[in-house]
């Protein structure tokens, strides 16, 4: 069974950083497209950063400067670096496959995605 397990969410000052993580099980990230999006209560859901399997990488306006995204293949693992965070950061973060920066609504669109973790940046 796929799974994608997110971790690394909890509390900062505004200005803090943090690195998330998502683990995949049973789907090898070596071909595969990979973001982070985020959903902060009441709000559209947000992607914000992808990890193409070449490599390459994109990022929302948001975040452009301040967050890094990663992947390493051999512990089949993204990360997303997060720094100067921001309060309008703080959100439930979320990696899935095949991201889709169209994509306004969550668990929708993408195959896969993982159960969400949580991040609050305190003014």
Not at 19 to 47: I, N, V
Not at 63 to 89: C, H, W
Request: proline share 2%; aromatic share 8%.
């Amino acid at each position: 069974e796929v799974q994608l397990v997110e971790s690394g969410g909890g509390s900062v000052q505004a200005g803090g950083s943090l690195r998330l993580s998502c683990t995949a099980s049973e789907f090898p990230l070596d071909d595969a497209d990979m973001g982070w999006y985020r959903q902060a209560l009441g709000s559209e859901c947000e992607l914000v950063a992808i990890i193409n399997a070449d490599g390459s990488t994109a990022y929302a306006d948001s975040v452009k400067g301040r967050f890094t995204i990663s992947v390493d293949k051999a512990l089949n693992v993204v990360y997303l670096q997060m720094d100067s965070l921001k309060p309008e950061d703080a959100a439930v973060y979320y990696c899935a496959a095949d991201p889709d920066w169209g994509n306004k609504i969550c668990h929708t669109g993408s195959i896969y995605w993982g159960q969400g973790t949580q991040v609050t940046v305190s003014s």
